[in-house]
């Protein structure tokens, strides 16, 4: 069974977060969830979610939410640094940020560690852990990009959330599918949520 560390941030694009997060569940691994503030806004504004703000009904919500087994899945505030992905010493097989505001890349890039998502970034650094940014900006100023390279330079992967359509999706979920596919793949974790390349599509 995986340790994912996932976290979601103010950027646009909760909905990517949300299906990464059943589909993990789904697929047995143990994630710890961590939500940002502003995400929580964003949650409100783009998908009519009002998250809770006890973490124990924030578990509940997502049983019901995503209709997915929460067993596995472990949620912290901002500051309880006394999250196991807050050490080294109980460090997750990956990190996921996504969606990866530039607030959050800058951070990260910088080793602030001022709130725990940026800390748990910073151990799977430390750690030489797998850590995957899905940034979500357009246009990238010279400041994200330098931002990106100082990151991949260290093993971090840089993910864009730029779906594909060679496998003609037919809804917006297709496309976070695509996503989240890509993700999926990074972390070595099987799934069939998308068409592979040069597959055929009858078989």
Not at 60 to 74: F, I, S
Not at 76 to 81: E, L
Request: aromatic share 4%; net charge negative; proline share 4%.
């Amino acid at each position: 069974m995986k340790k994912i560390t996932l976290a979601i941030t103010g950027a646009s694009g909760a909905q990517y977060g949300f299906r990464l997060l059943q589909v993990l569940l789904a697929q047995g691994c143990e994630v710890h969830l961590l939500i940002s503030a502003a995400a929580r806004q964003v949650c409100a504004l783009e998908m009519a979610i009002d998250l809770p703000d006890n973490d124990q009904s924030v578990l509940n919500y997502m049983a019901e939410k995503l209709h997915c087994d929460t067993t596995r899945l472990h949620v912290y505030g901002d500051r309880q640094w006394a999250a196991p992905v807050a050490s080294g010493s109980n460090a997750p097989d990956a990190m996921v940020v996504c969606p990866c505001s530039s607030g959050t890349l800058s951070a990260v890039a910088t080793g602030a560690s001022d709130n725990l998502i940026e800390r748990a970034a910073d151990v799977m650094l430390k750690e030489q852990k797998k850590l995957i940014l899905v940034h979500r900006e357009m246009p990238l100023s010279v400041i994200h990009l330098e931002h990106q390279l100082s990151l991949a330079r260290l093993g971090v992967v840089i993910m864009p959330a730029s779906p594909g359509f060679y496998h003609q999706p037919d809804s917006i979920a297709d496309l976070i599918d695509f996503v989240v596919a890509r993700i999926l793949d990074h972390l070595a974790i099987d799934h069939q949520l998308m068409q592979r390349w040069g597959a055929d599509k009858k078989s």
